[in-house]
């Protein structure tokens, strides 16, 4: 349990960090925030306390797949950014979908 609710505290630190330096697609901040806010309120709740290992790893990975995903959305966006739409590594462009 307290690996999760320190996992989502961090994210959460991060993302307010984050916040200030980069720009997030509309909608995915508040996508962050709410898996985050979810998870964080689930972990105090007496459900939480009462499920087994396998629940609360299940609810790990779920958060964890959200807020990765969309981190991973964020640095592409960055690099976008950057670069100009591609990349130049090694003489060859690629292309970021």
């Known amino acids: 349990m307290h690996c999760l609710t320190h996992y989502c505290s961090t994210m959460r630190n991060t993302l307010l960090e984050a916040t200030y330096q980069y720009d997030f697609e509309d909608g995915d901040q508040e996508k962050i925030e709410k898996a985050l806010d979810d998870t964080l309120v689930w972990t105090r709740s007496v459900k939480a306390q009462t499920e087994g290992k396998e629940e609360l790893e299940g609810k790990q990975k779920e958060v964890e797949s ?32």
């Open 66 to 97: 959200i807020v990765t995903f969309l981190r991973m959305k964020l640095a592409r966006n960055l690099v976008r950014k950057i670069v100009g739409g591609g990349m130049r590594l090694g003489g060859a462009k690629f292309l970021l979908a």
